[in-house]
Nanobody
Framework: QVQLFESGGGVVQAGGSLRLSCVAS????????MGWFRQTPGKEREFVAR????????TYADSVKGRFTISIDAPKDTAYLQMDSLKPEDTAIYYC??????????WGQGTQVTVSS
């Protein structure tokens, strides 16, 4: 089992920045990749970014490319999502996900990001 705890959400004006953190605990040695998704009411959860524990080139949704940066601090079992040049359409609940070698995915509880125009 892996537990995830996200933090760093909040309210920010358009053009501003936020940094989300996701701390993993439990069987963290089974994690090989972490990512971020987001969801707004009435819509399906949307992929945002993903990075492998090995530090390989991350992948991003086109909608956030060039504005968001995912990073991983392996010794701290923590993933980050640096969000710059935020837009109102980035408003959503952001979820962290950990992918493990056992084929199980684990999700955090989510953190709300609100971008005001």
């Amino acid at each position: 089992q892996v537990q995830l705890f996200e933090s760093g959400g909040g309210v920010v004006q358009a053009g501003g920045s936020l940094r989300l953190s996701c701390v993993a605990s439990g069987r963290t040695f089974t994690i090989f990749s972490m990512g971020w998704f987001r969801q707004t009411p009435g819509k399906e959860r949307e992929f945002v970014a993903r990075m492998y524990w090995s530090g390989s080139t991350p992948t991003y949704a086109d909608s956030v490319k060039g504005r968001f940066t995912i990073s991983i601090d392996a010794p701290k079992d923590t993933a980050y999502l640096q969000m710059d040049s935020l837009k109102p359409e980035d408003t959503a609940i952001y979820y962290c996900v950990a992918y493990t070698g056992g084929g199980n995915d684990y999700w955090g509880q989510g953190t709300q990001v609100t971008v005001s125009s």
